[in-house]
C-alpha cells in the first residue's frame, strides 16, 4: 500500500500542484472507492494550515473531512463521526506530535521553500489515516 499512496501523492503534487488537504481528501477517496463531488473538493483549497498561516494541518483537515464523508455515506450518526473524528485527533497527535502545520512541516518554513516539502509527510499521514480507518472498519479502538 505503501507504494501506491507514495505514487498517489507523488502524481497529485507534482502534476497536479494541489495542496496537502486536497491530496489526502483525493487519496482516501480512491482508497475507499468513495465519489466526491467538486464541491467538497473545492472546500478544501484552503485547507493547508488555514491557508498559508501554518495553523491546523491540511493533513490532519483531509482525513478528519474523509471520516464525515465516508461514515456518514455508511449511515453513522453525526455523534459517531464525531467521535471517530475525536479518535484520529488524539491517535495523529499522539504518533505526530502535533496537528499543527508550523510544527509538522519538514524544516520549518522560509521564503525559499521547495515546492511540496511535504511529500514524503503526507504519503505517511495518508497511510496512517488508510490504517486508522481500516482498523474502525474491523473494530479496533484507538482510543
Known amino acids: 500500500?505503501?507504494?501506491?499512496?507514495?505514487?498517489?501523492?507523488?502524481?497529485?503534487?507534482?502534476?497536479?500542484?494541489?495542496?496537502?488537504?486536497?491530496?489526502?481528501?483525493?487519496?482516501?477517496?480512491?482508497?475507499?472507492?468513495?465519489?466526491?463531488?467538486?464541491?467538497?473538493?473545492?472546500?478544501?483549497?484552503?485547507?493547508?494550515?488555514?491557508?498559508?498561516?501554518?495553523?491546523?494541518?491540511?493533513?490532519?483537515?483531509?482525513?478528519l473531512m474523509f471520516i464525515g464523508i465516508y461514515y456518514k455515506q455508511l449511515g453513522k450518526q453525526d455523534a459517531e463521526i464525531a467521535a471517530l473524528c475525536y479518535q484520529y485527533a488524539e491517535v495523529f497527535s499522539a504518533e505526530f506530535g502535533s496537528m499543527l502545520c508550523f510544527d509538522l512541516r519538514p524544516g520549518g518554513f522560509s521564503e525559499y521553500d521547495p515546492p511540496h516539502a511535504c511529500e514524503e509527510l503526507t504519503a505517511r499521514t495518508i497511510e496512517f489515516a488508510y490504517s486508522f480507518i481500516k482498523g474502525i472498519n474491523a473494530g479496533k479502538r484507538f482510543s
Open 1 to 63: 500500500m505503501k507504494t501506491v499512496i507514495d505514487n498517489m501523492v507523488h502524481d497529485l503534487y507534482w502534476k497536479n500542484d494541489i495542496n496537502c488537504a486536497r491530496t489526502t481528501l483525493r487519496c482516501l477517496s480512491e482508497l475507499f472507492l468513495v465519489e466526491l463531488t467538486e464541491q467538497t473538493v473545492h472546500a478544501a483549497i484552503g485547507l493547508h494550515g488555514a491557508g498559508g498561516f501554518r495553523a491546523q494541518c491540511g493533513l490532519v483537515e483531509g482525513a
